[in-house]
Nanobody, 126 residues
Framework: QVQLVESGGGLVQAGGSLRLSCAAS????????MGWFRQVPGKEREFVAS????????NYADSVKGRFTISRDNAKNTVYLQMHSLKPEDTAVYYC???????????????????WGQGTQVTVSS
């Protein structure tokens, strides 16, 4: 079973940048699409971005398109989320997740992902 651990969250001013990392252990994630989601208290988990196994295909929520970039390094068994031009509304706990399907389709529903990390808090001050 794969375990996912996110890191890189923190407090940043509006307009700033952060890079989140998601390190996998237990087994390789290189064969699977991966995703990033975020959640604020009282709201449903929200899709942010996803990437296919090779990194050649990506998908983004409209709210982050042009500001966030998802990437992966399969040799390091790690997925990244580079976030620029951060806004207060980006404040959330960010989770990475492994798609339960090995084939690439831009999936945005949390139920399509079966392994989750513990999350990392991102707070953007105005």
């Amino acid at each position: 079973q794969v375990q996912l651990v996110e890191s890189g969250g923190g407090l940043v001013q509006a307009g700033g940048s952060l890079r989140l990392s998601c390190a996998a252990s237990g087994r390789t994630i290189s064969a699977y699409p991966m995703g990033w989601f975020r959640q604020v208290p009282g709201k449903e988990r929200e899709f942010v971005a996803s990437i296919n196994w090779s990194g050649a295909s990506t998908n983004y929520a409209d709210s982050v398109k042009g500001r966030f970039t998802i990437s992966r390094d399969n040799a390091k068994n790690t997925v990244y989320l580079q976030m620029h031009s951060l806004k207060p509304e980006d404040t959330a706990v960010y989770y990475c997740a492994a798609d339960k399907h090995p084939t690439w389709v831009p999936r945005t529903r949390p139920e399509d992902y079966d392994v989750w990390g513990q999350g990392t808090q991102v707070t953007v001050s105005s």
